[in-house]
């Protein structure tokens, strides 16, 4: 009998099957189920009349925080209630716990290695950089997991990444992300699976870039082979005991595909679209900007942080350019203050935000006008995303958003900083 | 058998064409008037009641938001693509809309042409041209919730959530 891929071993030890294979349909136990803000709005919530288990509830605010508008606001009271009614502890409101849940759930380490996590948002998957099951599901769902402690999954095949070599100065996940956007293109109803030599050289904050943006890919689950450096992080920060789960030496997979680091170069998505949609960012150097957004649960990490005062450090930004970072959580924002990027940033004229989802999905906070353009460091440069749908949205590292706010234009980090890489 | 007039759309349709973010707030009839209006303005005035979806590749990559749902309120009958996002498939089930995968749909119909839809042998037949597809299998209980409505009436007969459309008291 062929061994497993990791998401498939969490499959089978969360349901009563012994062997999970391509093609099954699986119901399996949840868990942690974590609800947002976005679960509370009055035109879309439903009451709950009982829970599963409050331990494996975690509520975190993040679409609209702090509360942007009246249905906000009334949203983020009605779940102020639900936490008390059922007796909630992992909740994270307005306030120094603040921040995105994807990124609060990193901070915290709420997502272990080995286990399975569900939330209503698309980025889910970003927990699969701590060799967690986690899948993005939709509001009904979320709520039969919350009710009924279960979800269910087709099972897909796996795509598995092998890593190795390192990236190079200047150069990010999210370069790597769209490399294998534009190669591959769709995931589609598939897996994928990273892991090889080049992980212990991967920070955790990349690792959650790449995850993340597993949503981009159409992935179905996006998962991190767990390796010392993530087990450490974890036992750092949470106690909980965990399993985690590596791949059988036998995991069956649909196709092995190698990527070298050392090879990857920045790269830029054209607007609209991230499949088979990303250029050389020497290839569209000089396209006027008027926004350059760094910031979401793929690239509001301490990471991209540091990666963006690197480039802007003795620098401004160009006239006519709002140049805004939002931090994925407050702990972000004040380890950033700590080690002074805030202030490069902001003396080079950043805007630097409260933690939030914000502009990344046209919430608040940095929506686009019509016929604007906008280079971002965040998850999505869909049609419309992040405000009017004139407005031209291209997705790049923290690196090359940086750099195209000093210019004013899209630019290559390398040409600002003058580092050959 | 499940028949209407097919509209054609290509690959990589993404949730925010179908629900663009600034609805994400608003009432469901408000989200069903503004599907498609950044790529095809005008098409929730010509859409009929019973129509069938015909779509490319990674059809409803994106985000989590119920964009099913608004198909669902404009009445389509079903959605049939090459491939599609496994979270549209869920929020197919979740809100009650019949989504199918059928490999060689795309190519098999013009815009306008009538698909007709077997949910007992899974098959998909242009019935203009001729053309049969197999499409793939929805399992059993996944099917019975998009042919009745979702999730939700469900949690409610299990008692989970209250029995009423939106806005539980504080």
């Not at chain 2, 049939?80 to 809309?97: K, P, Q, T, Y």
Request: net charge negative; hydrophobic share 45%; glycine share 10%.
């Amino acid at each position: 009998m062929p061994g497993m891929t990791i998401v498939e071993k969490i499959f089978a030890r969360n349901s009563e099957e012994e062997r999970v294979k391509p093609g099954d349909f699986v119901v399996v136990d949840v868990d942690l189920a974590v609800m947002l803000d976005m679960s509370f709005l009055a035109t879309e919530r439903r009451n709950i009349l009982k829970v599963y288990d409050p331990d494996r509830i975690a509520v975190v605010f993040d679409h609209m925080i702090p509360a942007a508008d009246r249905r906000s606001a009334e949203a983020h009271a009605y779940g102020r209630d639900f936490v008390r009614r059922f007796g909630i502890k992992r909740f994270h409101d307005v306030g120094p716990e603040q921040g995105i849940s994807h990124a609060v759930v990193a901070d915290r380490a709420y997502a272990l290695p080995g286990t399975l996590l569900v939330c209503s948002d698309s980025h889910t998957c970003a927990s699969g950089a701590f060799n967690c099951a986690a899948r993005g599901i939709g509001a009904p769902d979320l709520l039969a997991a919350v009710t009924t402690g279960k979800t269910w999954f087709r099972v897909g095949e796996t795509i598995r990444y092998e890593l190795s070599g390192g990236l190079r100065l200047g150069v990010s996940a999210k370069d790597l992300f769209l490399h294998l956007a534009g190669t591959w293109g769709h995931h589609t109803n598939q897996n994928v699976e990273f892991g090889g030599p080049a992980l212990p050289g991967l920070s955790i904050d990349a690792r959650r870039t790449i995850a993340a943006m597993g949503a981009e890919l159409s992935a179905e689950f996006a998962t991190f082979e767990p390796d010392d450096r993530l087990i450490d992080y974890v036992r750092e920060r949470n106690s909980a005991p965990f399993v985690p789960q590596y791949p059988d030496e036998d995991a069956q997979y649909a196709e092995c595909r190698a990527v070298n680091l050392d090879e990857i170069r920045p790269l830029v998505a054209l607007p609209d679209a991230v499949i088979r949609n990303s250029v050389a960012v020497s290839e569209i150097v000089g396209v006027p900007i008027q926004q350059a957004f760094i910031g979401s649960c793929a690239n509001g990490t301490l990471d991209d942080l540091a990666e963006a005062a690197r480039v802007v450090k003795g620098r401004k930004i160009a006239p006519g350019v709002r140049f805004l970072v939002t931090p994925a959580t407050q702990a972000v924002f004040n380890a950033a203050l700590r080690w002074g990027y805030v202030a490069t940033l902001m003396e080079a004229g950043a805007v630097v935000t409260p933690a939030t989802c914000g502009a990344c999905f046209g919430g608040h906070m940095g929506v686009l006008g019509p016929g604007e353009t906008c280079v971002t460091a965040s998850t999505r440069n869909f049609k419309g995303r992040m405000g009017d749908p004139s407005a031209r949205i291209y997705m790049a590292s923290p690196a090359t958003v940086a750099a195209s706010a000093i210019a004013g234009r899209i630019a290559d980090a390398s040409e600002i900083t003058g580092d050959t890489g | 058998m499940i028949s209407g007039k097919v509209w054609k759309f290509g690959d990589n349709i993404n949730t925010d064409l179908m629900l663009p973010g600034p609805l994400l707030f608003a009432t469901e009839e408000e989200q069903k008037r503004a599907v498609f209006s950044a790529n095809r303005p005008g098409w929730v005035d010509e859409v009929q009641l019973g129509n069938i979806i015909v779509g490319g590749l990674n059809y409803g990559m994106g985000s989590s938001r119920p964009a099913s749902r608004s198909l669902r309120n404009l009445g389509i009958a079903a959605l049939i693509a090459e491939s599609i996002n496994g979270l549209f498939f869920r929020n197919a089930v979740n809100f009650g809309l019949l989504a199918l995968e059928c490999p060689g749909v795309h190519a098999a119909f013009h815009e306008g042409q009538t698909a007709e839809v077997s949910l007992e042998d899974f098959t998909v037949r242009n019935r203009d041209t001729g053309a049969l597809l197999k499409a793939q299998r929805v399992p059993a209980v996944l099917l019975d919730m998009m042919l009745q409505g979702g999730l939700y009436p469900h949690l409610e007969q299990e008692g989970f959530i209250e029995p009423k459309v939106v806005g539980g008291s504080l």
